[in-house]
């Protein structure tokens, strides 16, 4: 080779690697502006996600939020709950030509998504959940390499472009969920996308039924259909996605049984097919041995719980109530996990409740009201400090509370009502710091009310009506300062009513009818702020009637059938 021509090869060599410097220098600054319009969009928000955002950093992969590829061109912009205030300058970011990830999901964005994101060309990843964008989601066929779409909870509204779908035969997760789209049943192009593992729609004006085509996204793990207007039966294809986890379709008009396909879901976690009109018994969720929670409250089911479910290791949280079920709760149920909650509440349940679904010392809710259980309340749950409600009302329960219940320290509501339960409420009642309501009412309880009922200080209602309590009212009840109601009716008290009742400023409702009190009627029950209702007749009542009791403004006042005398005070 002559000198002349490596000299000309030489000088070409040159000049395509500055005109490419060239080039990547314009780009780099087209990167840069692009970004800086950015910036000056969401200027009113307030975070300091933007302090990076400089022109004098060294390179726009320096910005917070912003990663670059190898060739140093921006290929990722994440800035997800970043408090971000404004409208999107799309036309602007679909400029950048690297970019692969666009994610501003739970931030405060507004305005609408124009036509212009279908010239993100490259992306795999959109996230613009939890905003409040206006208007519909636009036309986005052009973006045919997403695998991940998140626009749930983002203010759009009118029709999804769902044909858009057909190009994304790579789609992983789509979540349009919780958007006031306009109605649609599921198209076609939804169960075509096989790759999916994710599919929420819920809370979004879906309408018909789940297509048998669902059988073939065998790849779910999350499938969510809740609160939407669906109809029909469960088809028996959903036993086909043995990869499920998480199935969503409460608050529907689901009818029919449980397929038989359900015993192929194993890995099945979570299932809430609560509020619907589903119908049969639970059978076929015997072999989902995997569950932590099942809710299938409100619906028309009937016989048996499987026995299994008592074997169940991962169980936590547990919900059927208003159904017609019936037979016994499995007596190990709860008891091998760390238990959250049971509510089998107005079914037609029988036989004893199950003993040990506090072992973990977690359990928050024991409910099971409206039944027809049997047996005394185990003695396991007056040691679990966990309970924040405790009712099992409307049952055939007998024997004792055991005592530790009445003090439990989270509980906000203990409530016995309509049982055959005897016994004493035990000074221990003192402990229970957090009580707001006490409801035993129409049982066979009896001995005196104790005095440390006072340390119960949330107490806002007492109903302690239709048992045999008897002795006097403790003046210690004048400490509980938001005592609303207090119903101590159809009972053997005796001796005064205590004054310091009258200091109980938030009383509004009084019923101690038909017991032995005896004594004058307590003056400082006429200076009650709010009483609307106070009944004391059927009792020994004597002496006059307080003419302060003028100044109460009652909805009801019955003192008859005692020993008053003298005038009826005027008013």
């Not at 959903?238 to 192929?264: D, W």
């Not at 009642?429 to 009580?435: D, F, R």
């Not at 020993?563 to 009826?568: A, E, H, K």
């Amino acid at each position: 080779m002559s000198s002349a021509r490596a000299s000309r090869q030489h000088l070409y060599s040159s000049l395509c690697l500055l005109s490419f410097l060239s080039l990547l220098s314009s780009v780099r600054s087209d990167e840069l502006q692009i970004l800086l319009k950015l910036k000056s969009a969401l200027q009113q928000s307030n975070t300091g996600v933007f302090s990076t955002w400089v022109p004098t950093n060294s390179s726009v992969c320096h910005f917070a939020g912003i990663t670059c590829n190898a060739d140093g061109s921006v290929r990722e912009i994440e800035l997800s709950n970043q408090n971000l205030t404004g409208t999107l300058p799309l036309d602007s970011i679909c400029q950048l030509q690297s970019l692969e990830k666009l994610s501003f999901g739970f931030n405060l964005l507004n305005g609408p998504i124009t036509q212009d994101l279908n010239k993100c060309v490259k992306l795999h990843y959109l996230d613009l959940a939890n905003n409040f964008f206006t208007g519909p989601v636009p036309d986005i066929s052009s973006l045919s390499e997403l695998q991940y779409l998140h626009l749930n909870n983002s203010g759009f509204s009118g029709s999804f472009p769902w044909k858009s779908l057909q190009n994304m035969k790579g789609l992983i997760r789509l979540s349009l969920g919780d958007n006031p789209l306009s109605p649609s049943p599921i198209p076609n192009d939804v169960v075509q996308l096989t790759k999916l593992d994710w599919l929420y729609l819920s809370n979004c004006n879906i309408q018909g039924t789940i297509p048998a085509g669902i059988g073939t996204l065998i790849g779910l793990i999350n499938l969510e259909f809740a609160d939407n207007n669906m109809t029909g039966e469960i088809p028996t294809e959903i036993g086909n996605l043995v990869n499920l986890r998480q199935l969503e379709l409460y608050n529907n008009s689901f009818t029919g049984k449980l397929p038989a396909s359900f015993r192929n879901l194993k890995k099945l976690e979570n299932f809430d097919a609560s509020k619907n009109h589903l119908e049969g018994d639970l059978s076929n969720l015997r072999f989902s041995t995997n569950l932590v929670s099942l809710q299938l409250y409100k619906n028309n089911l009937t016989g048996q719980l499987p026995a299994e479910l008592g074997e169940f290791k991962k169980l936590v949280n547990l919900s059927l109530y208003e159904n017609k079920l019936t037979g016994p709760l499995p007596q190990k149920i709860g008891s091998w996990a760390k238990f959250d909650f049971i509510d089998v509440s107005d079914n037609f349940l029988t036989g004893p409740i199950p003993p040990d679904m506090c072992k973990q010392g977690t359990m928050k809710k024991l409910l099971v009201l409206n039944n027809r259980f049997t047996g005394e309340i185990p003695a396991n749950y007056a040691t679990c400090s966990t309970l924040i409600r405790f009712r099992v009302p409307n049952n055939l329960l007998f024997g004792t509370v055991p005592a530790g219940i009445w003090g439990l320290p989270n509980a906000n509501i203990i409530d016995i009502t309509s049982n055959n339960i005897q016994g004493p409420i035990t000074p221990d009642i003192k402990n229970a710091k957090s009580l707001g309501q006490l409801f035993v009412g129409n049982n066979r309880l009896s001995g005196q009310l104790p005095a440390e009922i006072s340390g119960a200080t949330s107490l806002v209602a007492i109903e302690l009506n239709d048992n045999q309590f008897s002795g006097n009212i403790p003046s210690s009840i004048g400490d509980l300062k938001q005592l609303g109601n207090l119903h101590l009716q159809n009972n053997k008290l005796s001796d005064s009513i205590p004054e310091a009742l009258g200091s109980c400023d938030s009383l509004t409702d009084i019923n101690m009818a038909n017991n032995s009190l005896s004594g004058e009627l307590p003056s400082s029950l006429g200076s009650l702020p709010t009483l609307k209702y106070l009944n004391l007749s059927y009792n020994q009542l004597s002496g006059e009637v307080p003419k302060i009791f003028s100044s109460l403004r009652l909805n009801l006042l019955d003192l008859s059938h005692n020993n008053f005398t003298g005038p009826v005070p005027h008013s």
